[in-house]
């Protein structure tokens, strides 16, 4: 099992930046591919980015491509979420979840942090 909880989110003004981190524990961190997902109100749960686990690979949702950057420290068991430039359409819950494959579906990853609120001002 893997205990996910994310931090970091906020209010920012458009063209900000902010910073998630998600902090995991119980079964071996590395093991995992992470990702980020995140849900705005009234709308589906969708896929931001995808981290392998040593961290070399990283597939990103076009939305956010060349904005946001995802990285991972196997050290401390956390995985990041930089997210520059940001836009009002950014506005959500930004989730993290955990699956021993590789995917982009929701459906495909077991565990999941409780979520953390961004919240983008134009």
């Known amino acids: 099992q893997v205990q996910l909880v994310e931090s970091g989110g906020g209010t920012e003004q458009a063209g900000g930046s902010l910073r998630l981190s998600c902090q995991a524990s119980g079964d071996t961190f590395s093991l995992y591919f992470m990702a980020w997902f995140r849900q705005a109100p009234g709308k589906e749960r969708e896929f931001v980015v995808v981290i392998s686990p040593s961290g070399s690979r990283t597939s990103y949702a076009i939305s956010v491509k060349g904005r946001f950057t995802c990285s991972r420290d196997n050290a401390k068991n956390t995985v990041y979420l930089q997210m520059n430039t940001l836009k009002p359409d950014d506005t959500a819950v930004y989730y993290c979840?955990?699956?021993?494959?590789?995917?982009?579906?929701?459906?495909?990853?077991?565990?999941w942090g409780q979520g953390t609120q961004v919240t983008v001002s134009s």
């Open positions: 979840a955990a699956s021993r494959l590789y995917g982009g579906s929701p459906q495909g990853y077991r565990y």
